[in-house]
């Protein structure tokens, strides 16, 4: 892609940036932005949104998804590079069974709200998350795509 800020316009793009704001609704109770516009614009506020979004699919080891441009910018990626990186990559290896379990509690509940756990940039850097929502991306049926996360809080360590 010739603009990296132009992702969010890929069809592919938008609509998972539909499936993240639905299923965000949906489990959280509230919108987690102002959705005006159509789904085309939806995405590109998303991407462009004052916090981070970040997603991943539903395999098994499964492989990140979607980063708003915040996103990208504090794991110190891009695009390319992200839709290539197993999720549990982003954080270090004594962190990951914590991790696990927070994805866990959030694939029975549906969400968990208030997380606060250490992640790593791809350079290395860490970072202390605090006060994410994590939630379960569901379709139109229900059936279970991935999950994501929101935060607008972080502290590098």
Known sequence: MDDPNQVWSQPSVVEWSQLLLNSYRHWVG???MLRTGGPEEQAHAL?????VVVSH???EDPI??????LALTLWETTWEQLLQTP?????EAVNRAEREWML????????VDNYRGVRISNSGRRFLVESAIVWSVIDQA???????????RWTFL
């Open 104 to 111: 866990e509690r959030a694939r029975v509940q549906g969400y």
């Open 47 to 51: 991407f462009m949104a004052p916090f």
């Open 64 to 69: 990140l998804n979607y980063g708003s441009h």
């Open 30 to 32: 509230r919108d987690l």
């Open 142 to 152: 229900g059936r279970r795509q991935g999950q994501a996360a929101t935060f607008s």
């Open 57 to 59: 699919g539903a395999q």
């Open 87 to 91: 999720s549990r990559l982003t954080a």
